[in-house]
């Protein structure tokens, strides 16, 4: 692959680093932890406990939340606790949380966080199907701070909303959908049959039209140039504060002549968390709902 430019090594490190590699259980037991005391240190584990209907008490890196997650939106009142890499240890200890929780394999050690609360670490994916394991992780959160009620009616929602959307797509053909990020003006991220939203597409009958390699967590940066191969495809392009990095590619000769711009087939859509779990997931229907929904 050619040689990234340093934008689009900042880029990766956000978009894809976040991915945990590992799994680990804390020792606190449900009776034990304060809903109202938990941190979360990615963002994983914020959207399953803004699932199950607890605000945390912090956030690492609220202001990059707002700009690749972007929905659900956290209060002010959220404290935020530094990078998600290296939140400000510190700070923690004097917050005095209940629990923490956070991407396994990502960020401080286990033992460096057990020195300060009692935690959690969460798996984005088994590398197949990462909706289904973010399924079984909320049960996992629920039953750590006794919410097991919450995350049954979360669950039966979910269902239910992603089915009410199914009749949108209902005229659609089988015109495959290429889903993508811009990094820069010469790479993008492109989402694979084994990204978060793959299941989603399946239950609209929505054909993914990336058949190439694949990664752990669902995206793979490839070359623009590549695009070119799309013919007859919806295009759509999830916003995360790029807007520099639009202007410049869409201002390119190689962009203006490929297939699904010159048929008016690309679309920009608002920010969607690619290695989220269930309000991501619904998120990013909504989001195709309003691009692709009623439509032929």
């Known amino acids: 692959m050619t040689m990234m430019t340093s ?3 900042r880029r990766l490190l956000s978009a894809m680093a976040l991915s945990p590699l590992m799994w680990h259980m804390g020792k606190a037991r449900a009776g034990t932890v304060d809903p109202q005391r938990i941190v979360a240190l990615e963002w994983l584990p914020v959207e399953f406990l803004l699932a199950l209907g607890v605000m945390p008490y912090g956030v690492a890196d609220v202001q990059n939340y707002n700009l690749w997650v972007n929905d ?3 209060p002010d009142s959220v404290i935020d606790v530094g990078l998600r890499t290296e939140p400000n240890l510190e700070l923690l200890a004097q917050m005095k949380p209940s629990f923490l929780v956070w991407s396994a394999g990502y960020g401080p050690s286990d033992t460096q966080l057990a020195k300060i609360a009692p935690g959690r670490g969460f798996t984005f994916s ?6 289904a394991k973010a399924r079984g992780s909320l049960v996992e959160m629920a039953q750590l701070i006794d919410r097991e009620a919450q995350a049954e009616k979360h669950l039966a929602d979910f269902d239910r909303f992603i089915d009410s959307l199914a009749p949108r797509f209902a005229q659609r053909g089988d015109r495959p959908l290429l889903m993508i990020t811009v990094l820069d003006v010469r790479h993008v991220l492109v989402f694979g049959q084994n990204c978060l939203f793959q299941e989603v597409l399946d239950r609209y009958g929505i054909p993914n039209a990336w058949h190439g390699e694949l990664t752990f967590w669902g995206s793979t940066p490839i070359g623009v140039d590549r695009l070119a191969a799309f013919k007859d495809v919806d295009v759509l392009c999830f916003d995360h504060g790029n807007d520099a990095e639009m202007r410049q590619l869409t201002a390119t000769p190689l962009w203006q002549s490929m297939p699904f ?3 008016g087939r690309f679309q920009r859509v608002p920010a969607v968390w690619f290695y989220g779990a269930t309000l991501s997931a619904m998120h990013f229907a909504r989001v195709l709902d309003r691009a692709l929904g009623g439509k032929a």
Request: charged share 35%; glycine share 0%; hydrophobic share 25%.
């Open 7 to 9: 934008i689009t090594r």
């Open 261 to 263: 711009v010159r048929t």
């Open 72 to 74: 659900p939106s956290l």
């Open 126 to 131: 088994d590398s197949k199907k990462p909706l």
